[in-house]
């Protein structure tokens, strides 16, 4: 009986194990084709790029915009790439948010890029770099961690490590100071909401690793498995979340939620807790401000002796120098 429960066990490992090995190696090619990208520029940075989908405010880090042919649309309405290209907006390419259209070889060739940075999970664009000798790097990420290394690698490929260096420090620098004022407070609990109000933030997305360095907890986590996706909204409602967030970019605003009838009973809705996160895009150098934006609605006692404002100006002060200040929108007010 026991030699069976072996043989079984063994059978269903196997039946498993493809599965993980296909995820290990996908992201194993990622990482083997991002490292290859960092190892090609190291002697040489590169002369121009473009920004497809993914990491538009990143420039405004390196303060690199002279090597920028292109970013996605959604780039433009960044508070930060306006305050940093200083009304150089019309010099810029406005490509696509979408893969498919953005990548036009014949637009490519003619900007004459030879870096382009773009969201995808697995190295499939050889036909750029062989047709069209274009390098990608690619990001795939889920977390924080992934966001600091794919900086990391930035400050590589643009021979400016010390910037980098001083974005990972300022970054933490804001994570110890959430965990220092939340340390021993109960968890608030906390629901982070898309388009729709059942469409909310799951497991493995980078809106729930942002939740999770703000020190609170995200209810949908048990319930939805993607980084986004579909809860019941009689679940929502028993789950009761203390505080709602809305993603920036949702049509819905705090007072569509307050008149909701379907609503009323959830603590947040009743108790006047729902908040618009603000328009800074996530994957992106300002990712630790909006942690700190929710542990300080969420924890709001334990941040009263704090001054964010200070704190928000000074990592603008670091970070970002030589922007024009007139043009952000800042945090904390």
């Not at 953005?102 to 382009?116: P, Q, S, V």
Request: net charge positive.
């Amino acid at each position: 009986m026991f030699m069976f429960m072996k043989v079984r066990i063994f059978f269903l490992l196997l039946c498993f194990l493809p599965l993980s090995l296909v995820a290990l190696k996908a992201d194993d090619e990622l990482n083997v084709h991002n490292n290859e990208v960092v190892k090609h520029f190291s002697k040489t940075s590169p002369k121009s790029m473009g920004f497809i989908g993914v990491y538009a405010e990143i420039p405004a880090l390196f303060d690199n915009w002279d090597k920028v042919k292109g970013i996605s649309n959604y780039g433009f309405s960044s508070d930060l790439v306006k305050a940093s290209l200083k009304g150089r907006e019309k010099q810029l390419i406005d490509f696509s948010d979408s893969h498919s259209e953005a990548l036009n070889a014949e637009l490519l060739l003619k900007l004459d890029i030879d870096l382009l940075v773009m969201y995808g999970k697995s190295p499939k664009l050889d036909y750029l770099y062989n047709t069209l000798h274009i390098d990608t790097y690619l990001t795939n990420w889920t977390s924080v961690e992934d966001i600091m290394k794919d900086v990391k690698n930035f400050g590589l490929i643009f021979h400016e490590e010390k910037k980098a260096t001083e974005f990972i420090n300022e970054s933490k620098n804001i994570y110890h100071l959430i965990d220092s004022k939340t340390k021993g407070l109960k968890k608030a609990r906390v629901a982070y909401i898309f388009r729709e109000v059942n469409i909310v933030s799951g497991r493995e997305g980078l809106d729930s690793s942002i939740l999770k360095y703000a020190n609170v907890e995200n209810i949908a986590l048990p319930y939805v498995k993607s980084n986004r996706g579909y809860i019941e909204l009689e679940r929502l409602i028993k789950l009761d979340p203390e505080y709602i967030f809305i993603w920036w970019v949702s049509g819905l605003s705090p007072q569509d939620l307050y008149k909701d009838k379907r609503l009323q009973s959830i603590k947040a809705v009743r108790e006047k807790k729902v908040f618009k996160m603000p328009g800074i895009d996530i994957g992106g150098p300002r990712m630790a401000l909006i942690s700190l934006f929710v542990a300080d609605k969420a924890y709001p006692k334990a941040f009263k002796d704090v001054d964010l404002k200070k704190i928000e100006q000074s990592y603008y002060d670091k970070l970002f120098p030589n922007i024009d200040r007139t043009k952000i929108h800042y945090i904390f007010n």
